[in-house]
């Protein structure tokens, strides 16, 4: 192996060990039935249409397929022998099509009801995931990549639809017809039934230890379905630091290797799945060989007619085919149990911010900010916040300053209450956060943020995002305050221009004006600037700093900016360092103390001036 495999090799390994060390491990359990009622439970709502009509054709079809045999041998083959009338055999003919029609016309609507209850009830399991997920906190986000949340969407989800749609009814269809089978068997000779019956231990012996296997494969399936995904994800999103760095060569290798690995998975699952339906024929044509054996001695013996002899034969293939379909459904239960076990973690996930059951509407009269001796870490390790109190006053614009890590984006995390403090509170106008609905308290605060998000649609339906009721005039209005009409009219379709995901045919300081009109939109008592202008040329923050004074008036904000121009004129002016509050003040106070502030704008004018 040369150098350059070794380092692809070792690189390669670093990545699926991060891969590996995700959320998204198999989960080892032995079968939860359980929690497979659970995902039956998605079916309720259909219990009293479409799964009682899917039934009663199921059992219609099922009926004639059993009783055809017992028509077929029992009654029309020997009264065909013993009497030798022709007509009578038509009549059998004509009555069997009969009987082979009620079945076909049972099957089509079995299927046809059963379709479209499976269609249904993964839309509502689907929905019922998205919902969930929309609802929970950014802590999740945090600790999962978007393709391992993709896959449990599409994927898992996907993998139960063919349960849904035929699994259920079927399983139920072939254990009537088992039942059905053996009872018939033992009606017309008790002895030959268990003369064959007597596999059936030595089955399912072996066959349970297949299952076990089955399911761990199914399970593996998914994992690497998952990596896979999260892969693709992080790929697509970071093109351009691949292509930046020359990295192509070694994603594409280690995607080929995680295709591999997928491709093996699918093979192994496969490969296993391939076992049991054999397994099921040989068991088959030890059976039949015991019929032929001990059958035509019964029949020598006067203890069985050919006519019962060819209806037992008949029902002996029709046994072997609902123990093969049932191996088959099994299979697909057990694929059913690796997507619900993933699809089940997250619907049990519970947001780390939760909402009170008596919680209030937040109702705003100011906007009078206030943290008591509020303390936060997001992990163990290390606090964002120590012990932090302060006032921020109604209708002040407050900047928040100091060095990456300082705690100036956990201020404003907590006070759009993504997080909720690990001591003390915060409070606006006097309501803690924690008593409030998160709904009403974030129709109160407009976030815009250095890395604004564009979705696809046109620019009317971003800017319009902060509020979906707003008519064209009022978005065509907030564009033009903030000062982005004069590009968006340049466009080819003015405000119905498509832009497609994150808004890439747009420039940076474009989506920033975009974001800010769509922020101001939602007309907030509260606006929070996340390092918003980082992103912006002069030209174009002198033109959102003269809309600002204007929007901003009556409004309580607060600004985090590096750029520290940008905060001159705030009214209070907040140092942070490692968590902890270091000064305070507007800018011509703290200039004079000569702090920790003073040395901050020297240093940047100094940078500005030797660049």
Known sequence: MTEEEKRHKETEDRTLKRFHYSTDQAIEKPFNWKQMLRLLHYMKPYSKNLLP????????????????????????????IDHGDINFLWLMVAILCGMYILSWIGNYMRIRFMNKLGQLVIFDLRKALFDHI????????????????LVRITNDVNSLQELFTNGVINLLMDLVMLAGIIFILFMISPELTLAIMIILPIMFLISTQLRRNIRRAWQDVRVKQSMINSHLNESIQGIRVTQSYTQEKENIGFFHSMNGQNYESWRNASQKNALFRPFVEISGAIGTAVLLWYGVTLIQNEALSIGQFVSFAIYIGMFWEPISRLGQVYNQLLM???????????????????????????????????????????????????NISLTINSGDTVALVGHTGSGKTTIVNLISRFYDPTAGKVTIDGHDLRDVTLNSLRKKVSIVLQDTF??????????????????????MEAAKTVGADPF??????????????????????????????????????????????????????QLIQRALKRLLHGRTAIMIAHRLSTIREADNIIVLEQGNILEQGNHDELMDK?????????????????G
């Open 488 to 541: 968006i009219q340049q466009l080819k379709n003015g405000y119905e221009t498509e832009v497609e995901e994150r808004g890439n045919v747009l420039s940076v300081g474009e989506r920033q004006l975009i974001s800010f009109a769509r922020a101001l939109l939602a007309d907030p008592q509260i606006l929070i600037l996340d390092e918003a202008t980082a992103s912006i040329d002069t030209e174009t923050e």
């Open 594 to 610: 000569k702090g920790e502030y003073y040395h901050l704008v020297k240093a940047q004018f100094k940078v500005l001036n030797t």
């Open 53 to 80: 009509l899917a039934i009663f054709a199921m059992l219609l079809s099922t009926a004639v397929r059993l009783l055809a045999p017992l028509f077929i041998g029992s009654y029309a083959l020997d009264n065909i």
């Open 336 to 386: 059913g149990m690796a997507s619900s076990e993933r699809i089940f973690e997250f619907l049990d996930e519970q947001p780390s911010v939760p909402e009170k059951a008596n919680a209030k509407k937040l109702k705003v009269e100011g906007g009078n900010i206030e943290f008591n001796n509020v303390e936060f870490a997001y992990n163990s390790d290390r606090k964002a916040l120590k």
């Open 454 to 475: 564009i979705f696809s649609g046109t620019i009317m339906d971003n800017i319009r995002f902060g509020r979906p009721d707003a008519s064209d005039e009022e978005v």
């Open 134 to 149: 929309q609802r929970l906190s950014h802590r999740f986000f945090d600790q999962r990549s978007a393709g391992s949340i």
